[in-house]
């Protein structure tokens, strides 16, 4: 996957206090729930997706994440949710385990 925007915060002191850019995507199913349109194409699965902090933007394949906002597009075969994410913004304070009020899927 490549990512989507020019990455401004790469090597920047972030403001922790600006996280989560989409606070109303912080729970997971609410994550999920955008998928209904993803291409049964694409090589990753849209649960993995929504449980890497990202969801559906509705268009060809991208997808954004609710904490850093990072935009992922253009999925191939042995990408993995977790893996590009933390490739393409490894400052992202969800891929880096902080508290950004994520709500895991409950069943
Ligand atoms: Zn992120």
């Not at 989409?22 to 049964?40: G, I, K, N, V």
């Not at 992202?92 to 899927?105: E, K, R, S, T």
Request: hydrophobic letters at 35%; aromatic letters at 14%.
């Amino acid at each position: 996957a490549e990512d989507m925007e020019f990455r401004l915060r790469t090597g920047e002191v972030v403001d922790e206090t600006t996280y989560p850019m989409a606070p109303h995507m912080s729970s997971e199913e609410a994550r999920l729930q955008t998928f209904t349109s993803w291409p049964s194409t694409a090589p990753v699965r849209s649960r993995d997706l929504a449980q890497a902090g990202l969801y559906y933007l509705g268009e060809s394949d991208q997808v954004q994440c609710f904490c850093c906002g990072g935009m992922l597009a253009g999925w191939e075969t042995g990408d993995t949710a977790w893996g590009e994410h933390t490739k393409h913004f490894p400052y992202c304070f969800f891929i880096l385990g902080h508290d950004v009020g994520n709500i895991p899927f409950q069943g």
